[in-house]
């Protein structure tokens, strides 16, 4: 059985950093890209970024979160991160990590129906 379990999130101040961890079991872990997505209350979900782990180790961002947000993976230790800096009220949402099979580019990396297990999502929440 796929876990995907997010753990990091918490209530910050405008321009703090958090980072999110995402530890995955049941995949071979360092077969699948893995991506960050987020869901504001009334919105849809919408892609952060993605972290290929072969073809060079491709990453994707959202121009939204793009020199702000930084993606890495362990394969050794089956974790994804998510490093948040220069945080703002519009990153408040709850986080997701997802797993998808293989694919190319960045329109793909960045489509929810891509994602073929999810995570049950962490709350950030960005005070002013």
């Known amino acids: 059985q796929v876990q995907l379990v997010e753990s990091g999130g918490g209530l910050v101040q405008t321009g703090a950093s958090l980072r999110l961890s995402c530890a995955a079991s049941?995949?071979?872990?360092?077969?699948?890209?893995m991506g960050w997505f987020r869901q504001a209350p009334g919105k849809e979900r919408e892609f952060v970024a993605a972290?290929?782990?072969?073809?060079?180790?491709?990453?994707y961002y959202a121009d939204s979160v793009k020199d702000r947000f930084t993606i890495s993976r362990d394969n050794a230790k089956n974790t994804v991160y998510l490093q948040m800096n220069s945080l703002k009220p519009e990153d408040t949402a709850v986080y997701y990590c997802?797993?998808?099979?293989w694919g190319r580019g960045p329109t793909y990396y960045s489509g929810t129906q891509t994602y073929r297990y999810w995570g049950q999502g962490t709350q950030v929440t960005v005070s002013s």
């Open positions: 997802a797993a998808a099979p």
């Open positions: 049941g995949l071979t872990f360092s077969m699948y890209a």
């Open positions: 972290a290929v782990s072969w073809s060079g180790g491709s990453i």
